[in-house]
T-cell receptor, first 114, second 116 residues
């Protein structure tokens, strides 16, 4: 079974631009979660989508948004990029709630904002 | 406010030695507790988790963790470390809120170096 895939793997954007990251979960998984990892703030939970609905959200500004499609693929969008948005963005999928089912992480998208 | 502390940023052990990584959390009720490992350039992999029941939890790769309510701790242990265990380890805590939503907090990580 293929793992979680994230595209692109690396991205360089300019401050003020917007960016869209994509995550394809493991086949059959309906829950997709997004995380931001930076040297300064560490790992932070962004949001979780389940069956096309946002089920939970971390403490991030509205510039960070996401969506999930009917095939469970998910996208994360960051508008009006700031230098501090430079980070590794990780996506994880699970069958349902990751309290009950293991989350599987993708390798991440490395975003650099200049 | 809820928080997770991993007091050791770096730990170095010799191959074959025992390992203990510390994790403390702050919360009134028992949270859900996780340990993850991240190898360089990789995503996270779940090592083990604790929700309830037996306070000693067995995980993958020979790791175990013990939940101690009195100390608000969930320390990760391995009796004999292998060179391939060199990685960064994250403790995470999930709190179910009254609204039915949850708050998921990660520690700052402990980077493990293994000497041959």
């Amino acid at each position: 079974k293929a793992g979680v895939t994230q595209t692109p793997r690396y991205l360089i954007k300019t401050r003020g631009q917007q960016v869209t990251l994509s995550c394809s979960p493991i086949s059959g998984h309906r829950s997709v979660s997004w995380y931001q990892q930076t040297p300064g703030q560490g790992l932070q939970f962004l949001f979780e989508y389940f069956s096309e609905t946002q089920r939970n959200k971390g403490n991030f500004p509205g510039r960070f948004s996401g969506r999930q499609f009917s095939n469970s693929r998910s996208e994360m969008n960051v508008s009006t990029l700031e230098l501090g948005d430079s980070a590794l963005y990780l996506c994880a999928s699970s069958s349902d709630s990751f309290l009950l089912y293991e989350q599987y992480f993708g390798p991440g998208t490395r975003l650099t904002v200049t | 406010a809820q928080s997770v502390t991993q007091p050791d940023i770096h730990i170095t052990v010799s191959e074959g030695a025992s390992l203990e990584l510390r994790c403390n959390y702050s919360y009134g009720a028992t949270p859900y507790l996780f340990w993850y490992v991240q190898s360089p350039g990789q995503g996270l992999q779940l090592l083990l988790k604790y929700f309830s029941g037996d306070t000693l939890v067995q995980g993958i790769k020979g790791f175990e963790a013990e939940f101690k309510r009195s100390q608000s701790s969930f320390n990760l242990r391995k009796p004999s470390v292998h060179w391939s265990d060199a990685a960064e380890y994250f403790c995470a805590v999930l709190y179910i809120l009254r609204t039915g939503t949850y708050k998921y907090i990660f520690g700052t990580g402990t980077r493990l170096k293994v000497l041959a």
